[in-house]
DNA sequence: GTTTGTGAATTCCTTCACAGCT
DNA sequence: AGCTGTGAAGGAATTCACAAAC
């Protein structure tokens, strides 16, 4: 266990997808896992797994494997996720509206727990179980419910102002689906969901056919 | 101009931010750029950019940089981003409307063509200008439009069925938003859209705090 | 003076391979 | 026998740094 050295980025955001397998297998009834075979089902080779666990301490036994439920725990506390979090959303247009329906951040843990937008017409309405605030109150919200964390889902050519905004007001982790790449000061992580860049990386393989 | 060793993917996965930033600026009516200046927009070295484009050909001239139209060319021609994709959709749920809906991919040339579900109430539906199509017209659909490239948005318990389906009809490229690792035999892509596991990894950083 | 394109140097990441534990 | 944890080796990606072109 290297306590001092800093930890690679490509392994933090490879941990997730452990624990997504770990929660697999634990519905499968599976106690106990090796390396390897948790390394088939991530398509990541088993020496791998095991450097990048090893980042964070011993977790299993050499002879058996990984007990599942223990390792699983033990991925949890690496990363925070034994306990809520709560999000925030800036933007309630089509796109926000679907990531307020979306049913698969709650069960992780990731609670929505306000939704911004600037449009008059729309502050005020019922999304869900939220009323859209307007943009002056973000910084109350985001101080009283203790939000360390934000979803943008605005038009391109706001983006980077909102994000300046939500970063004033204390957000340190800003999920982007807009086609920007935001400027943000360090301390502050931002991870961008974009579709149509990964569409475009693909036709690459398919041009010639 | 190297033109035999492979290019590897994390360039190819630059180029469409690098198409991105070059629409920009001619938006912004700027004709020329520097690596310098392009890295700024992008937080990537100006090094970097130079050398990812050097995979390709030589597309500046020293002391003035790179014309942003001509390189934009260059780039939507080796990304194959020159013509139209038709695109198909597994997955018309709550996810897959939004998709649907989602007005970015057109304007790049993506073209959602067919939508597929399996649930009996939703095959038929219009949505958008598209009627819902049973699973078993797929072969035909993907065939008759020559589609290469596929999103996917059904539950994971379903997603490693349909992507199975879809490369046996010839998909080649699949944008996947279930939360699975897919296999897939070689010459197939598969891109993940996971917004939790983006969370899951961000949160490591606000751990303690 | 400015900026590219690119070998060389460096840094980072992955895989190897095996001692040591079960 | 089976599998982990980890130094060492190997490979990949990034950055350096500068000659050449404008």
Not at 38 to 60: E, H, P
Not at 119 to 134: D, E, F
Request: hydrophobic share 45%; charged share 20%.
């Amino acid at each position: 266990m290297e306590e001092f050295a800093a930890i690679p980025e490509v392994v933090i955001l490879r941990l997730p997808r452990y624990v997504r397998v770990l929660k697999q297998l634990i519905q499968e009834q599976v106690s106990t896992v090796s390396s390897e075979r948790l390394g088939q089902r991530l398509n990541i080779s088993a020496a791998q797994i095991r450097k990048d666990l090893s980042y964070f301490g011993r977790f299993g036994k050499q002879g058996q494997g990984y007990k599942v439920e223990g390792l699983l725990n033990e991925l949890n506390r690496i990363l925070g996720l034994d306990r809520q979090w709560n999000v925030c959303l800036v933007g309630v247009g089509r796109l926000g509206r679907a990531i307020i329906g979306y049913p698969g951040f709650a069960p992780e843990g990731f609670q929505i727990t306000a939704a911004f937008d600037i449009t008059p017409g729309i502050v005020g309405q019922s999304v869900g179980r939220l009323q859209v605030q307007a943009m002056d109150e973000l910084a109350r919200t985001i101080k009283s419910k203790a939000v360390r964390i934000a979803i943008v889902a605005v038009p391109a050519e706001h983006a980077q102002d909102v994000i300046d905004r939500l970063v004033e007001c204390g957000v340190r982790s800003i999920l982007n689906y807009a086609p920007i790449t935001a400027q943000v000061p360090s301390g502050v992580w931002v991870r961008n969901i974009d579709p149509v860049t990964f569409l475009q990386s693909m036709t690459y393989y398919l041009r010639e056919e």
